[in-house]
């Protein structure tokens, strides 16, 4: 337990080094859009691919790949009952910003630190079905409040989800399970070289990213939404733990429900003409508690 905590403690003081360098003015915030660009396009797919154990296809990884998507979908009618007094600009913001799980750029440098790669390959399938909502679907149904005449195009969601990395990569990985095709040793070392520098870079730039000044305006909408995303991570869990489910898609699901928000919400907000500064905030807070969260279920699940 004491390597575990040591670890957790490493990823928290990589974060805090972050917000160190831009209170600092060593580093500007803008800065982390350029570590983010490393990420997404080299890091973040090689550390995929590295940490990678392949897939065993069965009704309960499909099973995942769909609660993936409920997740969504259900935290995505709360925020529409959360908001339900509130302008359609407002509801349509509630929406998206109680929805929407980061995972790719959160919990699976966390999680491929502490856990086997056969958790790491649940998580994969829980993210398909999670981005399919967050990269383009809670926006779609998200819109109608805004404009009932609006079209919801599977088409739309689909080139969303192309242009996605981690998305491509996921499905990369995917067929090379079902055709059982092995990457070469030689080629692995590379990508793993790669790969390796994952977790010092995402903890780094979201430190950089979390800025936590509030307007007393937002406060209200920012408090219900945290609520709501970690009181039923909270109640989500719960239930997780006792379905009869093999235990490493148990431990799989019960961390990935902690993730903080999506990182593309305050691009949907912009899309749809919402207020920006409610998802950026609201972003910014989850990620110090979902580091608090993870730090504890790697102690109890590690």
């Given at each position: 337990?004491?390597?575990?905590?040591?670890?957790?403690?490493?990823?928290?003081?990589?974060?805090?080094?972050?917000?160190?360098?831009?209170?600092?003015?060593?580093?500007?915030?803008?800065?982390?859009?350029?570590?983010?660009?490393?990420?997404?396009?080299?890091?973040?797919?090689?550390?995929?691919?590295?940490?990678?154990?392949?897939?065993?296809?069965?009704?309960?990884?499909?099973?995942?790949?769909?609660?993936?998507?409920?997740?969504?979908?259900?935290?995505?009618?709360?925020?529409?009952?959360?908001?339900?007094?509130?302008?359609?600009?407002?509801?349509?913001?509630?929406?998206?910003?109680?929805?929407?799980?980061?995972?790719?750029?959160?919990?699976?440098?966390?999680?491929?630190?502490?856990?086997?790669?056969?958790?790491?390959?649940?998580?994969?399938?829980?993210?398909?079905?999670?981005?399919?909502?967050?990269?383009?679907?809670?926006?779609?149904?998200?819109?109608?409040?805004?404009?009932?005449?609006?079209?919801?195009?599977?088409?739309?969601?689909?080139?969303?989800?192309?242009?996605?990395?981690?998305?491509?990569?996921?499905?990369?990985?995917?067929?090379?399970?079902?055709?059982?095709?092995?990457?070469?040793?030689?080629?692995?070392?590379?990508?793993?070289?790669?790969?390796?520098?994952?977790?010092?870079?995402?903890?780094?730039?979201?430190?950089?990213?979390?800025e936590l000044s509030f307007s007393l305006r937002s406060i209200s909408s920012i408090s219900k939404i945290i609520?709501?995303?970690?009181?039923?991570?909270?109640?989500?869990?719960?239930?997780?733990?006792?379905?009869?489910?093999?235990?490493?898609?148990?431990?799989?699901?019960?961390?990935?429900?902690?993730?903080?928000?999506?990182?593309?919400?305050?691009?949907?907000?912009?899309?749809?003409?919402?207020?920006?500064?409610?998802?950026?905030?609201?972003?910014?807070?989850?990620?110090?508690?979902?580091?608090?969260?993870?730090?504890?279920?790697?102690?109890?699940?590690?």
């Amino acid at each position: 337990m004491f390597d575990i905590i040591v670890k957790a403690a490493g990823f928290v003081v990589i974060i805090l080094l972050g917000m160190f360098s831009r209170k600092s003015g060593l580093l500007k915030k803008e800065d982390s859009f350029i570590l983010s660009r490393i990420i997404v396009t080299f890091t973040l797919p090689c550390a995929l691919i590295a940490g990678f154990g392949g897939i065993t296809f069965s009704l309960l990884t499909f099973i995942t790949l769909l609660l993936g998507f409920l997740c969504n979908a259900f935290l995505l009618t709360v925020g529409k009952f959360l908001a339900r007094k509130q302008t359609p600009l407002e509801k349509a913001n509630a929406m998206i910003c109680t929805s929407g799980y980061n995972i790719g750029a959160f919990a699976v440098p966390f999680c491929q630190s502490f856990f086997s790669p056969e958790i790491l390959s649940y998580i994969i399938m829980f993210d398909i079905g999670n981005c399919i909502m967050c990269l383009g679907g809670s926006s779609a149904i998200a819109r109608f409040e805004i404009d009932e005449n609006s079209h919801f195009s599977v088409m739309a969601i689909v080139k969303k989800l192309a242009r996605s990395v981690s998305f491509d990569v996921y499905m990369f990985l995917i067929l090379i399970s079902l055709l059982n095709v092995k990457i070469p040793d030689s080629l692995m070392t590379i990508i793993s070289m790669i790969g390796n520098a994952n977790v010092f870079l995402i903890m780094f730039m979201i430190g950089m990213q979390i800025e936590l000044s509030f307007s007393l305006r937002s406060i209200s909408s920012i408090s219900k939404i945290i609520f709501v995303r970690y009181g039923f991570a909270l109640l989500f869990a719960a239930v997780i733990q006792m379905l009869p489910i093999d235990i490493a898609c148990k431990t799989a699901l019960t961390v990935v429900v902690f993730a903080p928000l999506s990182s593309v919400t305050t691009i949907f907000s912009q899309e749809l003409g919402c207020d920006t500064s409610v998802a950026a905030l609201a972003g910014s807070l989850s990620m110090p508690i979902s580091v608090c969260a993870f730090v504890v279920l790697l102690i109890f699940l590690a």
